[in-house]
Each structure stands twice: as structure tokens, then as C-alpha cells.
């Protein structure tokens, strides 16, 4: 069946504006991850939704950063006035449950570039 | 929290040689290690993984081991292709944290 996908794949905006990234899960996944992955490193934790809440936040780096998963499927990580310190990776996946033994799907990403 | 050490950062090997990744973790209540390869332009994908109350397990030329007593664990592929060259990484899953951390990474090269 599909895989995560996520749109858009590459996304260039000026410093100050807003963006919002998509990720569509997979079917009857209902954990939901956001990650942020750097040039040259690992994928790093932003927040984790089970169902429509966001079960653990702790990852998002100030209150810039907001996401949403409003009816449990689809999630919007939303980004106002963007840095140029925000150009990144910005990877979604998405598991069965939340149990650490449930194999993470990730998304292919987008790639954000602020200018 | 969670921190995941990751060695080397890049490994060359030959076609048909080893390769050996190496990680460490600091939380020893950490209960599940999967390894992920990610390609140019890609998502990372599992390829193995392993929990806390296994030492060893092997999945064809793919095989990874745990200590926990030592608080670390390693990849290892046997008959490298070229195919297999991408980036990998190791993570570890807390369940009190319900995420993944991952290592910096290691660019492998196989050359044919």
C-alpha cells in the first residue's frame, strides 16, 4: 500500500514568512511523528501526535512551531516568521501505535529553504 | 535525555568486505534499537532492529548486537554491494519518551 507521503517535497521562502508542511500518513497509523533532520545528521525529534493530540511536544524548538492533526489522519506542521536557521529536512512518520516496538514509515521529507 | 554516540562517520569499504557501525546510548532504561538506511533524497527506512532483551540478531548479510550492560550496540554487513552504500543510522526508542534518537550518522562507500 502507500507509504508516508509528504508535501511539499521542496519548499523556498523568505526570511519572515510563514510556511506550513504536510505529511499524510499511513492508513490506520495513529502515531504520527515530526522530525528535523540538518545537513550531515541524524533526524532530530520535534512532536509526536496519538489520534488528533499532541502526545509530546517537548521536541519543538520555540513557539514558532505549531502542528496540527485535527482528525487523526492528516498532519500540518506549521512554521511562522522562519528563520534561516529553520532550513532543514523536515521529516514525518508514522507507526501502528505508539509502542517503541512498532517500526517507524518515514515520509520522504521536505526540504525547506529560508532565504 | 537520550544521547546516541555514533561511530565512524564515514566508512570506505571494498565490495565483499565488512563494514562495521558502532553506537552507544547514555539512558539504560532505553528498550529499542533499530537501525535505519536512508539514500540521497529519501526517507530513512528500517532495515533491522533489536530490543533489550536480545543479544544478537541477524537478518541475511545484515546483523546487530546489543550490550546492554556496556550501553552499546553495532551494525554489521558481511559481502558488501554497492547497493549498500548510503547513510546509516542508529536510534534508540525510550518508551517514556515515545521517540526515536538518533546517531549522527555514517556515509558507507562501497567501491565495486
Known amino acids: 500500500g502507500a507509504g508516508v507521503s509528504q508535501t511539499p517535497s521542496n519548499k523556498v521562502t523568505e526570511k519572515g514568512k510563514y510556511v506550513e508542511l504536510r505529511c499524510d500518513p499511513i492508513s490506520g497509523h495513529t502515531a504520527l511523528y515530526w522530525y528535523r533532520q540538518s545537513l550531515g545528521q541524524g533526524p532530530e525529534f520535534l512532536i509526536y501526535f496519538q489520534g488528533t493530540g499532541a502526545a509530546d511536544d517537548s521536541g519543538l524548538p520555540n513557539d514558532r512551531f505549531f502542528a496540527v492533526r485535527p482528525e487523526g489522519s492528516v498532519s500540518t506542521l506549521k512554521i511562522q516568521r522562519t528563520e534561516r536557521g529553520d532550513s532543514a529536512v523536515y521529516l514525518c512518520?508514522?507507526?501502528?501505535?505508539?509502542?517503541?516496538?512498532?517500526?517507524?514509515?518515514f515520509g520522504p521529507g521536505t526540504r525547506l529553504t529560508v532565504l | 535525555g537520550e544521547n546516541v554516540e555514533q561511530h565512524p562517520s564515514t566508512l570506505s569499504v571494498q565490495e565483499g568486505d565488512s563494514a562495521v557501525i558502532k553506537c552507544t546510548y547514555s539512558?539504560?532504561?532505553?528498550?529499542?534499537f533499530p537501525w535505519y538506511k536512508q539514500e540521497l533524497g529519501k526517507g530513512p527506512q528500517l532495515i533491522i532492529d533489536?530490543?533489550?532483551?536480545?543479544g544478537e540478531k541477524k537478518d541475511q548479510r545484515i546483523a546487530v548486537t546489543l550490550n546492554k550492560t556496556a550501553k552499546h550496540f553495532s551494525l554489521h554487513i558481511t559481502e558488501t554491494q554497492p547497493e549498500d552504500s548510503a547513510v546509516y543510522f542508529c536510534?534508540?526508542?525510550?518508551?517514556?519518551?515515545?521517540?526515536?534518537?538518533f546517531g549522527g550518522g555514517t556515509r558507507l562507500m562501497v567501491k565495486p
Open positions: 539512558d539504560s532504561a532505553s528498550n529499542y
Open positions: 533489536i530490543r533489550s532483551n536480545v
Open positions: 512518520a508514522s507507526s501502528l501505535s505508539p509502542s517503541g516496538f512498532n517500526e517507524q514509515f
Open positions: 536510534a534508540s526508542f525510550l518508551h517514556a519518551g515515545n521517540m526515536l534518537t
